[in-house]
């Protein structure tokens, strides 16, 4: 389920790894387990999309984009983000919701080294991966709670994702500055 919620396919990471977190809470999954197919399914629904792009170019996301969501006009967003902000953007954006899935697209097309892109997309998905185990485990059935918590979880990603491209253009700037 997380291959597909990596990828294009609009599939919501919450409907698989939160009730994985619960029923590790209840003994009956391996959370660790549980953490390892979530981020290794994250990973190779990322290299889907990064690999799709990078050997078939933007005409396959012209051509088929519109059947998955991604317009035009999505595309050329993400083509942007990505080239202003770099390979950071891989691990950034899987904090991000709606758009985790489609960072890989820009990545592949920029050809990107592919370690880099597969070490920064597991850290990143890991992260994800994590938070909504953790929800799952503790929060358990309490459906009303995990919304909640959900919200706030998002919020604090996105400042941690915000925090994180400040300090990595600091260093990218005073790098620039020595030379």
């Not at 291959?3 to 003994?27: D, H, K, N, R, T």
């Not at 190779?44 to 050997?55: P, R």
């Not at 950034?92 to 597969?118: D, E, H, T, W």
């Not at 309490?142 to 979880?153: D, P, Q, R």
């Amino acid at each position: 389920m997380m291959f597909l919620e990596s990828s294009f396919f609009p599939f919501p990471s919450e409907v698989a790894m939160i009730p994985a977190g619960y029923l590790a809470f209840l003994g009956k999954m391996n959370i660790y387990l549980a953490f390892l197919s979530g981020a290794l399914g994250s990973l190779l629904g990322a290299i889907f999309n990064y690999y799709l792009c990078f050997f078939f170019g933007r005409k396959i996301i012209d051509k088929y984009g519109k059947f998955v969501g991604i317009t035009e006009d999505k595309m050329q967003k993400f083509e942007t983000f990505f080239k202003k902000h770099g390979e950071i953007s891989t691990f950034n954006c899987r904090l991000i919701p709606g758009i985790r899935q489609y960072i890989s697209l820009p990545a592949g097309l920029a050809k990107m080294n592919v370690f880099k892109f597969s070490l920064y997309t597991t850290l990143g998905a890991g992260i994800w991966v994590a938070i909504l185990l953790a929800l799952g485990y503790f929060l358990g059935q309490n459906e009303e709670l995990i919304k909640e918590e959900l919200h706030t979880i998002t919020i604090i990603c996105l400042v941690f994702v915000a925090v994180s491209f400040g300090i990595y253009f600091y260093y990218q700037k005073r790098k620039k500055d020595k030379i």
